[in-house]
C-alpha cells in the first residue's frame, strides 16, 4: 500500500520510479493514478486474492494523501469504500480479509467494526502512526497491527481456522542489528542505493563530527 510520503512530490516521478522498481503489487482501493505512464498507473489495483495455507484470503487496501495532486485522485470515505470492498471479495469466495491500511488509528478502527456485518474480516494491517500498536480482536472488531518506524519491531501473523472460522494470531518481532541482512537485499537494495547516494554525496561516509551526547 502506498502511504502519504508516496505523494509527498507535486510530480509523479518518484512514485513512478517506485512503482517500476518493485516486484510486487500496489494495492489501493481508493486511489486512481493518471502519472502520465500507463504502465505504472496499471500496477494500482484495488486488491487481490492469495492463497495462504490452502486458505483464500481477500486483500484490499486503503490510504491517503497529504495533499491534492494532479497525478493521483484519493477518495476519502475510506469506510464505505472498504464495506464495499469486502462485499466485491466475500462473492469471490475469500474466507478470511485482511485491510491493508495507511490510515491514523481512529480510522483503523472504524474500518476494523466492519467485522460485524463482514464476519470474514479478520486482520488490519495498519501503517502511519510509526510507532507498535496491536489492538486485539474481538467478537465484533478485528485485529489491528502497526509496526514501528525503520522495522525496528514488525509483526508476524499467523492464519489458522477454528471449527472452520479463519482466526489469526499476531506477535511482535524486535528486529536487532545483529540479524544478517539477506544477502539479495544487501546487493540488490542497500548497496544499489548507497552506490547513487555516494555519486550524489561524495562526502557521505565521511565523519564531519563527534558529539559526547547521545543524540
Known sequence: VAGNHEFDERRPGMLVGAIKAS????????VRLNTGDAAADRRFVPDTVVTVGGMRVGVFSVTFLDSPREYAQ???????IADRKMRELEQRGAEAIVALTHLDLAADRRIAALKRTHPRLVW???????????????????LITKGDSNARRVWRVAFSRRGGTPVVRADSV?????????PAYQAQVVEKYRGEIREKV???DARIGTSATRL
Open 23 to 30: 516486484r510486487f503489487p500496489w494495492l489501493a482501493a481508493n
Open 202 to 204: 561524495p562526502f557521505f
Open 124 to 142: 488490519v494491517a495498519g501503517g502511519h502512526e510509526h510507532y507498535l500498536i496491536h489492538d486485539p480482536a474481538t467478537d465484533s472488531t478485528a
Open 74 to 80: 484519493a477518495d476519502t470515505a475510506v469506510v464505505a
Open 174 to 182: 524486535k528486529v536487532y542489528a545483529s540479524i544478517p541482512l539477506d
